[in-house]
């Protein structure tokens, strides 16, 4: 072979490697979670404090559901919101009264969950933008979730939301209360944001 077409074999087989890895980064990644925006499929990165933090959340909701028979607590699980327009949301905690799934009602044992839950918990994460949370929230109550609590590990806080207008901010000494929605569960956020210790971000100056 002449030194030519060795130079344009190498070429070649560089091109098909790039091609390759250009096919690779835009094939969706079956593991990532992911949510169906009217029909478009949209990855929902999460970070580690925020995957604990929902975590803990999941642990205490789902003692409640036990304890009290009240429903169904679930984590990162994909509820069709709206078949009509493909619109299927992933909140990283829900809670389905029995009024909406009761106990002895089966599961579907394949495929997304088709019920509106009454209850969805968003943890935010620092990489999350406020207008994604605003469609969301314009979602959920659209789609007949009854309220949405939005947990900020990073500034201790919870976001009670009754609409997309009324809001409620509790601080870590405040006691977390379910109300209408989840009646009888109650969280002290000391507590709860104790056992998810989450570093400062850096500062711009310090990037």
Same mark, same amino acid.
């Given at each position: 072979m002449s030194a030519t077409a060795v130079v344009e074999a190498a070429e070649q087989q560089r091109v098909v490697a790039q091609?390759?890895?250009?096919v690779e980064a835009?094939?969706?990644d079956d593991e990532a979670l992911y949510e169906i925006e009217y029909g478009r499929r949209v990855e929902v990165p999460m970070s580690v404090a925020s995957t604990v933090a929902s975590s803990r959340m999941f642990r205490y909701l789902d003692a409640y559901a036990e304890t009290h028979r009240a429903g169904w607590a679930v984590s990162e699980c994909l509820f069709i919101l709206d078949a009509?327009? +493909?619109l299927r949301r992933r909140p990283d905690v829900a809670f389905v009264s029995v009024q909406r799934w009761p106990l002895d009602k089966p599961l579907p044992a394949t495929g997304d969950w088709p019920v509106v839950p009454d209850l969805a918990i968003e943890v935010l994460s620092p990489h999350d933008r406020f207008e994604k949370m605003v469609q969301k929230l314009r979602e959920y109550f659209a789609c007949g979730v009854r309220q949405v609590w939005v947990v900020m590990p990073l500034q201790r806080q919870v976001y009670i939301?009754?609409?997309?207008t009324?809001?409620?901010i509790l601080g870590e000494a405040e006691e977390l209360d379910g109300g209408e929605v989840v009646p009888g569960f109650r969280l002290k956020l000391g507590e709860y944001f104790a056992s998810v210790p989450?570093?400062?971000?850096?500062?711009?100056? +310090?990037?």
């Open positions: 091609q390759s890895k250009l835009t094939e969706p009509g327009r +493909d939301y009754s609409s997309p009324q809001v409620r989450v570093e400062p971000l850096p500062l711009e100056s +310090d990037a």
